[in-house]
């Protein structure tokens, strides 16, 4: 239904300028309700437009931030096979980044605004990543739980009314859930393996639980954009509903792979049809969103000295390709009109 | 790859440590490049080293899978990559040199994949057959390499006064490393004297041919001749080896026998 949307043309909408805003604004809210896709050029609301910046840049910051954490085990990755595992998988977030960036810039506000944004401390990131990964188990735990929870957040965005970021999260929900089965398969080999490889397992799971729970946002009580984005077809699930959706699906996952969820509440609700499991420590959370976690500092600083040295890079090759083009110009204008002016 | 092929042994004295040459070389300067993944100058540019590197690592399994295969000692990739010392590594110097800023990586990255660019297509015709074929998929890879790098080179190098001044000063610092690729030994006469692959006489002519037009459209200037010879390819490495080995190899080393 939603793919077949796509090829509709939006005439309707695009032809708001000569309607009000009152029925401009009618005709988008029927339009998102219908379950189309509003693109780029279409006419939209304001509020709409910044709740989509506002969440797509927030993505892809977390895409490019997300890349630190990992990339920590690039270098130490204990067999050729796993390093190759990683550094692909590290590329692919710095790829997803790229398509949530440009998806973003379809609504009017650049890449380089965007990243200022990170760097002031104004836009925001994923709390997750602002963990540390001491042990080579937090790699394979990423994979597993905190992809897994991103995929379960991320599935209903393939249906976002918005259109480019429908799109780009189509391709990245693919390439997440192949990291989530990487992840398990490293932590499946390590459950496998020595006293010692086990015990990091079950220590980073320990460490993760919790945060990577909080990933799916504060409770539906306390979400302070939920409403209007339900309505515009941004925000499909419930954070709670997706939340024990995860615990559901990682429970039996956790089995299989002998580890013990850090949870003595954690257990099967035959009248809800569903795991009870304890409330979390939402002070935790908004430590962590507020600046406070174990590596928010370092995050941003490592963000910010990237981009602050790499400036003359940046520089150099704008001021060549200007070159480039003068040089091109000079080509293809005859000589006699290239005489500067008495 | 080398799977499909018939392992025969080794041909002569010179083949093991010839393809640990090959297979060092390309796994420490993945190594290296990969050090700059969530780091670099802008996001298309971590994307593109973290590519080169997973090439580079490519061609560093298959080698020392094939070199294990015609050992016939049991070595596996990992057994090479992380079960040897420092002095069993057999990379010239030149791909261990530290980063540096993105001027240094660039240089020292080029300089490296345009030696192999030559080297690949002079191999696919050597008498270890897997060693042929390896260097016909990994020239298709170079080839994008070296595309990549003489970009940035140009870019850089006749880019603003800044740029221009760091790569030049980058190209002082790591030129002089170039001459071990093509300094001839005992394994390199024993390697061209039963086909197994080219002489460094052919290579030092393929790879100053294609860096001298790219260092004069870059307007850099290879710095004059020296005596200096670095020797990381007789397993006598600078300073910077022992700590790319000590923590690319921590963890499997603080667990023998383990499976990851």
New interface residues.
Partial sequence: MYTQSMDVPSDEVSASPALSDAEASATFDARCARGEFIEAKDWMPAPYRQTLVRQISQHAHSEIVGMLPEGNWLTRAPSLKRKTILLAKVQDEGGHGLYLYAAAETLGTSRDDLIAALHSGRAKYSSIFNYPTPTWADIGVIGWLVDGAAIMNQVPLCRCSYGPYARAMIRICREESFHQRQGFDLLHTLMQGTAAQQAMVQDAVNRWWWPVLMMFGPPDQDSPHAETSVKWGIKRISNDDLRQKFVDAIVEQAAVLGVTLPDPGLKWNAARGAHDFSPIDWTEFWQVVNGHGPCNRERLAARVAAYDEGAWVREAALAYADKQAARQAAAVTPATERRSPP | MSGDLVDTGLLGPAHLPYLLRLADGS?ILA?RL??W???????????AF??I??DL??Q??LL?THAGAREGRGRD??AF??WRDEQAFLNPTLVELPNG??AQSVVRTYAYVAYQHGLWPALQTSTDPALAAIAAKSHKETSYHVEHLEGWM???G???A??HT?MQRALDLVWPYTTELFTEDTVTLAVAADGLGPTTAHLAEQWTGATQAVLATATLQAPPPSPFRSTGQQGRHSDHLGYVLL??Q???RA?P????
């Fill in positions: 796994l190594q990969l050090e993944c969530g780091h670099g100058p802008v996001l298309e540019q971590d994307i973290a590519n590197a997973l690592l490519g560093a399994r020392y990739e990992d990559a992380y800023d993105f140009i870019r850089l006749d880019g603003t800044e740029s760091r923590e690319m921590a963890l499997t667990h026998g383990a499976r990851w």
